[in-house]
């Protein structure tokens, strides 16, 4: 699948693609994109194509505007919903560079293959495997009040079948005709609650991947009139979102978590890696929970981790380690949310991770019991942390923790920080239903 730029201009030819979607993403994850006619398809692929860098989300200011992109040929896949008069569509995910030539600092896939260089030069590559979970909700969704859903469904559940399930079946479609590989998909806890699984690959890949996972779901939902949501919690009383990552550091063919003769068959450089997880949790929270609304999920009682603690069964805390091991050992973070930047949020992750193992860190005892249960005092004792609980607690402690932030860079960190400072701002000046029903007549 790793085309050249020749084989790009035959498939073009070949499959009559009119259109070339050139695609890249701001700080906060949203996919941008700019139409091309197939007939410019040299002048993008020599990265000639510039756009006005002044204009995107946390990019640069007016005086310093011009950007350029620049495609990565391995990501060459046609769109398959997009066809005009027997035309097709295809689309290429770009780096964005400097006038210069340099690569843009802002660019958050940028920010993501700087980490990996420096695994790279640890002798690592990592895998990432996702398991989001979003909601299809009947169109308009929540002018007022609560979304509209479409079943009362829960775990696995199968027939009556309804229009969820369809759509879902057709967004697995779409994606398996884009060359993903669909592991599992089926209804969440949650009315209206789905998740579809594909499998691992290397980090950068999976970010492309879920930045487009997450436009074919909306894509093909809006296709069938249904208006599909990543946002972690819209519905109060049930489960939210996640996106569970699934992680692994491999060394050539090699697994680096696996070692087949620890006790619990897991590599000291696999226990270094979660200890830097968890030393960075509540920073690295403030990336992968970006929203006022990811942290109405991460609360006691719905499946959603609230303590930085691990264990090898329990589903309680923030990382788990599936049983699974040789080229499967792994372990899963399940603290972070599918509204998340998927390059920024996999770049702080692996940061941390990388700083566990060079600085050899040792994780605290793994915590089987259900944490949810324990008394304050006795997770004291024990050193289980929080994650943050609430939007504002998490741009703190991320201000506070200067290797996140040189992950992120100084150019993303202060445009990210200045970002969420005015979401949490604007938020906590609102006055909601809830305290409108509940105060008003009261007092
Ligand atoms: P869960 O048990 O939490 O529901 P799933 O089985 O749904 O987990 O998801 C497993 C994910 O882990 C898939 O995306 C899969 O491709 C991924 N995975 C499997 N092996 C590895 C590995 N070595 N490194 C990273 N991810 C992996
Ligand atoms: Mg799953
Ligand atoms: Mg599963
Ligand atoms: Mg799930
Ligand atoms: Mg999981």
Redesign the pocket.
Known sequence: KNMSPDDIKAAIREMNIGTISLQFTDILGTVKHVEIPASQIDKALAGELMFDGSSIEGFVRIEESDMYLRPDPATFVILPWKTREGRRTARLICDVYNPDGTPFEGDPRYVLKRVVAEAAEMGYVM?????PEFFLFERPSAEQGRPVTLDHAGYFDLAPVDKGEEVRAEIVLTLQEMGFEI??AHHEVAPSQH?I????ADAVTTADNIATFRSVVRTIALQHGLHATFMPKPLFGENGSGM?L???L?RGDQ?A?YDPNTPDRLSEVCKQYIAGIMEHARAITAVTNPLVNSYKRLVPGYEAPVYVAWSYRNRSPMI?I?A?RG????I?LRSPDPSCNPYLALAVILKAGLDGIKRRLTPPDPVEGNIYHMPQAERDELGIASLPGSLAEAIQALEQDPLILEALGSHVASRYLEAKKIEWDVYRTQISPWELQEYLAKY
């Open positions: 895998n990432v495997g996702p398991e592991e599992a998740e699984d594909f499998k691992y569970h699934h992680q692994s491999f697994n978590f788990r599936p699974k080229l499967s050992t792994r899963e």
